[in-house]
Nanobody, 127 residues
Framework: QVQLVESGGGLVQAGGSLRLSCAAS????????MGWFRQAPGKEREFVAA????????YYAESVKGRFTISRDNAKNTVYLQMSSLKPEDAAIYYC????????????????????WGQGTQVTVSS
């Protein structure tokens, strides 16, 4: 069993930055692909970013590419999402996710690819 706990959300002005963290339990964290999804009110949950177990490959939604950076520290069992140049449309609940098995590129954006989900952290962006 893996537990994911997100932190770092909050209120930020448009153009500002936030760093989300996701602390994972379990000794096999380093074997999991990790990622972030988000869900805004009235909208479907959408893929934001993902990172392979080694951190060697990252994936981003087009809407955040160039502004967000996903990274991980396997020694700390933590994955991060550095968000810069935030826009009002980035406001959402952000969820940390983990996948037990390696993911194919075509799978990373699908909610069904991930086995564990955190409770989410709220990000609010004021214009």
């Amino acid at each position: 069993q893996v537990q994911l706990v997100e932190s770092g959300g909050g209120l930020v002005q448009a153009g500002g930055s936030l760093r989300l963290s996701c602390a994972a339990s379990g000794r096999t964290f380093s074997r999991y692909a990790m990622g972030w999804f988000r869900q805004a009110p009235g909208k479907e949950r959408e893929f934001v970013a993902a990172i392979t177990w080694s951190g060697g490959t990252t994936y981003y939604a087009e809407s955040v590419k160039g502004r967000f950076t996903i990274s991980r520290d396997n020694a700390k069992n933590t994955v991060y999402l550095q968000m810069s140049s935030l826009k009002p449309e980035d406001a959402a609940i952000y969820y940390c996710v983990a996948a037990i098995k390696p993911l194919f590129t075509r799978e990373v954006a699908g909610t069904g690819a991930y086995d564990y989900w955190g409770q989410g952290t709220q990000v609010t962006v004021s214009s």
